[in-house]
């Protein structure tokens, strides 16, 4: 038996950071994810995560931007969570939020515009 | 109308740079701010920013001449600053301000309370009308964030999203026009 789908009026809306890491070092994906999820541990907690449906969807090592999904409702928190971060894998780092989209196909596109203005 | 952003105090000439290049700082105050730590010794050309202590310095703060300033008057354990300090800082033209630095010294349960702190304050400001603002307080640029970032912290206290923003640009702006109408 099939299970019927999610009602699209129930989905809830999604909003997608594109984040640059500025440190003296360069900072790994797995370092960085690490970091997110102990900040967001430490000043969110577990009911405040799950809200968020916080989830880093792609990560650039060479440019240090990814793009970090929350909800419309818990951008606020997760903008907090992001300006509480002062190390990541104990080098001195910070994360600031360039832009934020509705969708991520945008926020690809944004990111891979900043990747060719790199080349 | 784009609002101008702010940083009021860094303690370091590369911050000052770094922060109207890079983050997109209208004004980032490096040499135009007196900082005092100690003591009530102001200049009248400069901004001045007292560090809060117990209750009896943050009372002498707010009546001193040409204090601009009060710099975080709350800890996680004690809370020396009340209704009618507020009052007055008001009528004498004296902002609160809180530094980034310093709520990212704290850990586990003291961050906690030190949020709840700032919960407090937050309430007494917003009944009694005085002015809030938020600077990084960086000595080095990685401690600096970019101008929206800076002003969410203004929601720990419980501002919404124009009053936040208020934090770190039209407060900041008022201290400048009464330092002019000083002069």
């Known amino acids: 038996m099939n299970k019927k789908p ?14 640059k890491i500025h440190s003296n070092q360069k900072i790994s994906r797995n370092q960085l994810i690490k970091e997110i999820w102990r900040s967001a541990f430490e000043n969110l907690g577990a009911l405040n995560i799950s809200e968020s449906g916080l989830w880093l969807m792609d990560f650039n090592e060479e440019e240090q931007k990814g793009i970090l ?12 969570m992001l300006t509480l971060i002062n190390n990541i894998g104990n ?29 | 109308m784009t609002k101008k952003f702010h940083d009021l105090l860094v303690h370091n000439e590369e911050c000052v740079e770094f922060g109207e290049k890079e983050l997109g ?12 730590e100690k003591g009530y010794k ?35 354990n004690e809370r020396p600053f009340d209704t009618s300090i507020a009052e007055i800082a008001r009528e004498n033209d004296v902002a609160v301000a809180i530094t980034l630095k310093k709520l990212l010294k704290y850990r586990g349960t003291d961050k906690i309370k030190y949020f709840r702190s700032l919960q407090y304050l937050g309430k007494i400001l917003r009944r009694r009308k005085c002015p809030l ?9 990685l401690e600096m964030r970019k101008p929206m970032d800076l002003a969410s912290i203004a929601h720990i206290a419980g501002y919404s999203k124009e009053e936040a923003l208020e934090t770190i640009s039209n407060n900041v702006e008022k201290i400048n026009t009464i330092k002019n109408d000083r002069k």
């Open chain 1, 6 to 19: 999610f009602p699209s009026t129930l989905k809830e809306k999604n909003r997608y950071m594109l984040i």
């Open chain 2, 25 to 36: 700082y209208f004004k980032v105050h490096g040499k135009d701010v007196n900082y005092v």
């Open chain 2, 42 to 76: 102001t200049d009248k050309n400069k901004i001045n920013i007292l560090e809060a202590g117990d209750l009896k310095r943050n009372k002498k703060i707010i009546r001193t001449k040409n204090a601009d300033v009060l710099l975080n008057p709350v800890e996680p």
């Open chain 1, 91 to 119: 080098k001195r780092a910070f994360i600031s939020i360039e832009k934020v989209h509705g969708t991520l196909k945008k926020s690809r596109k944004q990111l891979k515009i900043t990747e060719k203005e790199g080349k």
């Open chain 2, 133 to 141: 603002i938020i600077t990084s307080g960086a000595k080095e640029k």
């Open chain 1, 69 to 80: 999904r929350t909800n419309n409702k818990k951008q606020q928190e997760v903008r907090i």
